[in-house]
């Protein structure tokens, strides 16, 4: 019932930038935070920002200071602006959108978790 989609992903050389967006949709009511994760080759998949629905933010530190990630509510979408790219940010980044509220197919309130399908970010040096 609800979906996410991402979009923004590529190809950059290093110290370029790329913006990325992720969108919900389906029968939702609120999304209290959302954030981006990503996943390179051979490593676990890591938190690089959240933010919640009152626009407070957290970042990992290996990104502070050059990615920025916001939040348009009215649209349920997220943003990560991402800036001084480097090859080690090379990865797919997954959006999540964290205690979804939303209606079940029986008309019913649910809360759960929801992921993106991943976009490729492939930063060349």
């Known amino acids: 019932q609800v979906q996410l989609v991402e979009s923004g992903g590529g190809l950059v050389q290093a110290g370029g930038s790329l913006r990325l967006s992720c969108a919900a949709s389906?029968?939702?009511?609120?999304?209290?935070?959302m954030g981006w994760y990503r996943q390179a080759p051979g490593k676990q998949r890591e938190l690089v920002a959240t933010?919640?629905?009152?626009?407070?933010?957290n970042y990992a530190d290996s990104v502070k200071g050059r990615f920025t990630i916001s939040r348009d509510n009215a649209k349920n979408t997220v943003y990560l602006q991402m800036n001084s790219l480097k090859p080690e940010d090379t990865a797919v980044y997954y959006c999540?959108?964290?205690?979804?509220?939303?209606?079940?197919?029986?008309?019913?309130?649910?809360?759960?978790?929801?992921w993106g399908q991943g976009t490729q970010v492939t930063v060349s040096s």
């Open positions: 389906g029968s939702i009511l609120s999304i209290d935070a």
């Open positions: 933010i919640t629905n009152g626009g407070s933010s």
């Open positions: 999540k959108a964290l205690d979804v509220s939303h209606y079940s197919s029986s008309g019913e309130v649910h809360s759960d978790d929801y």
